[in-house]
């Protein structure tokens, strides 16, 4: 079992940054590739970025280059460094873990941290 617990959202205006974190416990064995997705109201949940264990990524068209993911392997965390946020990326954002794949989510789900881009 893996419990990820995330922080790091918040409200900030067009053009602003944060950086979400999302640390994970539990059996180490499961945790694979790490990454995050989203969800806006009325619309399904998306994939943002995701990292392996050994560093490659995969990001989301719509945040490439203002989105950076990463990952400390000792800590058991991953963080996202939104910068330029745009109203659009408000969403719940979701931490996710236990897959071997950077496309598909694994089964482990964090409870989420609202991002809300408004001026």
């Known amino acids: 079992q893996v419990r990820l617990v995330e922080s790091g959202g918040g409200l900030v205006q067009p053009g602003g940054s944060l950086r979400l974190s999302c640390a994970a416990s539990?059996?180490?064995?499961?945790?694979?590739?790490m990454g995050w997705y989203r969800q806006a109201p009325g619309k399904q949940r998306e994939l943002v970025a995701t990292?392996?264990?050994?560093?490659?990524?995969n990001y989301a068209d719509s945040v490439k280059g203002r989105f950076t993911i990463s990952r400390d392997n000792a800590k058991r965390t991953v963080y996202l460094q939104m910068n330029s946020l745009k109203p659009e990326d408000t969403a719940v954002y979701y931490c996710?873990?236990?897959?071997?794949?950077?496309?598909?989510?694994?089964?482990?789900w964090g409870q989420g941290t609202q991002v809300t881009v408004s001026s």
């Open positions: 996710n873990t236990g897959s071997f794949s950077i496309t598909l989510p694994g089964p482990y």
């Open positions: 990292i392996t264990r050994g560093g490659s990524s």
């Open positions: 539990g059996s180490i064995f499961a945790i694979n590739a």
